[in-house]
């Protein structure tokens, strides 16, 4: 029997099947086994930077809460340079493409004060004019293919009018991140504003001790609560602090919470009361939650099943049948 026979017969490919698929057991098995082993040392890693994040970012935001200006320079990074300035001045690039909520999307982002306004629109002013220079070059000169000067120079244009969204895209997607970080630590948060304010501590002593314990879970959480903390003792209308957390998370579970605080300073109401309230309504939009993402979990695993694990359960369950056929 030739080489070429011998690697087309059934009885080999069974075996070469069954071996294959032991393999890919044995490797899925242990590749559990050891990313349990490495997700503890990955977990303890994890938390030994977060404690030290927790103690950077609270630092910063101390000096922040006592009025020092130049803290807050030192958090959000330097004001922009001064060429980014007198191009924004120069073009009016605040007319262009500021509109009202621009501010907002970037408080949301955790991008505060003019410097950071700035380089946003100095990056929605230049990014297409640069990713315009470098389809061009690319087109033109790296991969020329034989086509018109002016069709390069259309695709480049292109290419650059797609760059006109990039800094808008990676806002929103940088707002997207926070607001998963803030919601997801929310509700604990809730849970010990209670506690601490049926322990009889005020609402902005509450809030400052939440801070630095939610620090650990969410330090995006953390920095809001403290400038909220700030806010309450240096404005003279405290209900605007409580507004300005709404606006700056841009959470609905946040902005009822803030709602029910604003209604109970304003008519003097019991705030236990309507943080307890907000506490149940909150625990039970987070179950209801977990029970969706619950309910999804089996559509998305019937393609992986169907595609790694009833094969091999067909070849296991088969290939003795299928050996003792081919062997009478």
């Known amino acids: 029997m030739t080489f070429a026979d011998q690697i087309t017969s059934p009885d080999f490919l069974i075996a070469v099947f069954a071996a294959i698929s032991a393999a890919a057991i044995v490797f899925t098995f242990g590749t559990h086994i050891f990313e349990r082993v490495e997700r503890k040392d990955r977990m303890k890693k994890v938390a030994i930077e977060r404690e030290q994040m927790r103690a950077r970012e609270m630092a910063r935001l101390r000096n922040q809460a006592d009025g020092k200006e130049n803290a807050r320079g030192n958090i959000r990074g330097a004001d922009a340079r001064s060429y980014m300035k007198s191009t924004v001045e120069r073009f009016s690039l605040q007319k262009a493409f500021m509109d009202e909520n621009t501010m907002e999307r970037l408080a949301q982002a955790g991008l505060r004060g003019q410097g950071e306004l700035t380089k946003h629109l100095f990056l929605r002013f230049v990014t297409p004019f640069l990713l315009f220079a470098l389809g061009a070059f690319y087109l033109i000169f790296i991969t020329p293919g034989g086509r018109p000067v002016f069709l390069n ?12 969204y990039i800094p808008v895209l990676m806002l929103r997607n940088k707002v997207q991140k926070r607001q998963q970080s803030i919601k997801k630590a929310w509700p604990d948060a809730l849970d010990l504003i209670l506690l601490c304010v049926e322990s009889g501590m005020s609402i902005e002593h509450a809030i400052k001790r939440v801070a630095r314990e939610v620090g650990i879970q969410s330090v995006e959480l953390a920095e809001e609560l403290t400038l909220t903390t700030a806010e309450l003792s240096f404005l003279e209308d405290r209900t605007r602090a409580y507004d300005n957390l709404a606006r700056r998370t841009g959470l609905d579970g946040v902005r009822s919470v803030m709602t029910a605080l604003i209604q109970a300073e304003r008519y003097g109401t019991s705030v236990g009361q309507a943080l307890r309230v907000m506490a149940e309504e909150g625990r039970d939009a987070r179950m209801m939650e977990a029970e969706k993402k619950a309910a999804a979990l089996p559509p998305k695993m019937t393609v992986p099943l169907i ?22």
């Open 153 to 164: 120079l259309v695709y480049a244009i292109g290419v650059g009018l797609v760059g006109a």
């Open 307 to 328: 595609v790694f694990f009833l094969p091999v359960l067909f070849i296991i369950i088969m290939a003795p049948a299928i050996i003792t056929v081919t062997t009478l």
